[in-house]
Structure formats: C-alpha cells, structure tokens
C-alpha cells in the first residue's frame, strides 16, 4: 500500500469529509460560473483546471477504505435539482469541440469507441455530486461521503475523466497547432468505428476554435 493510500485511510473522517465537500463544492459552484457565460473565451481552460482539481478529490476516495453508510436504506432526498438549463448552455458554449470519441472501459477488449459531449458529461458529474452534497449539507456526512465514493466508482470519476481526456486533447490541439476531427455530426448513440470515423469527421481548423475558447497556438 502506499503512502498515499495509507494517509488517505488513517485521516480523521470527519477533516476528511470537509476536504472532499470543499472540493466538490467548489466545482459545483465552478461549472454553474462557467455556464453562464459571461466569460466564453476562458471556458475551456477553466474547465480543463475544474475537472483535473475534481478528479483529485475522486482519486482520495478511490484510495480511501469502503466507507458503509450508517442506515441501510439511503433517506429519501426528494427530487433531483433539474441540470438541463446547465447542460444546454455548456452543449451551446462548446459547440465547436463539445462532442468526443471514446472508450468506455479500456479493459474490454476491441471494443469500438463511441460519440460522447462534453456537456452531458459534466452535467451527469454534477448530478451526482449534487446528490451526495444533499446529504453532506443535511448532517449526514458519512451517507455523503458513501455516496460519493460509490458513484466515483460507478458513473462520475470514468465520466470526469473522459472529459478531462477531451479538454486536455482541445488544448494540446490548439497549443500545438493542429487539425481536429469535426465529430459534431455524429450521433452520441453510436458506435465510431473506423468506417464512420473516415466517412463523417472532417478537419476543423485550429484558428476557428482558438480564439472564441480563450486558446492560442503555441507561437
């Protein structure tokens, strides 16, 4: 074991559940800033340092030992807060990058990549976060705290980490002055194979999404 991991499981929980609520607290309010709009031209950068300072807070959980709630049946939080209003605007903002390829487990084998946006990512990321900080801000720290670690393992941490894997490929694009492959025409709900790769993406040149990002190529 490491000594990361060792630090991670002899923390007091309760300093550690305030750092974990720090931090997804802090992206909460992040991304809800960032899809206002009100500063377009930074957006991508924003998110790239968002997502990567998040996926830090998951990779503790990850280290962390399994934490068991303390009632077997998790209290009924009423509704989900409705995220689409944010998804629609981020999915408006990242037009021009906002849908990826990619590979839903690395582990199996041949397994073609598929369509996915960038703004349903960081919505469906938020919906769990929002979820677990229901709990955290109703006292109940540990349900938080399990909640958080489960759907790390389940949904948010691999759907954070596609994002981030899509950001950062934006910026190296665009730092380092080449073509990307336009996917925007493509559905989300197929599969891209080599054939469809070939027939539908095209070239999207850096210079007509660098400026409105906030990126330039390196000089």
Known sequence: MSDATLHATSQDPDDFVVQIADQVESFLVAVTEVAKGDEPDSAVPFLLL???????????????????????????????????????RLAVMLEPIDVYSEVFD??????????????????????????????????????????????????WGSTASASLRALQSVVAHVR?????????????DQDLGDDALAEEAGKVMV????GPLGLRPVK
């Open 106 to 155: 690395p582990y199996e084998p041949r397994k073609a990549p598929v369509a996915c946006r960038i703004s349903d990512d960081l919505a469906d990321v938020i919906t769990d976060l929002r979820h677990g900080m229901a709990h955290y801000r109703a006292g109940r720290t540990t349900e938080a705290l399990w909640w958080w670690q489960f759907s790390y393992f389940s949904n």
């Open 207 to 210: 210079e007509e999404i660098a």
């Open 50 to 88: 968002e997502v990567s300072q998040l996926l830090l807070a998951g990779g503790r959980l990850g280290a962390h030992e399994d934490i068991v709630p303390e009632e077997r049946y998790e209290p009924d939080l009423g509704p989900e807060p409705d995220v689409d209003e944010l998804r629609e």
């Open 176 to 188: 380092l002055n080449q073509p990307l492959d336009d996917l925007n025409g493509l559905d989300t």
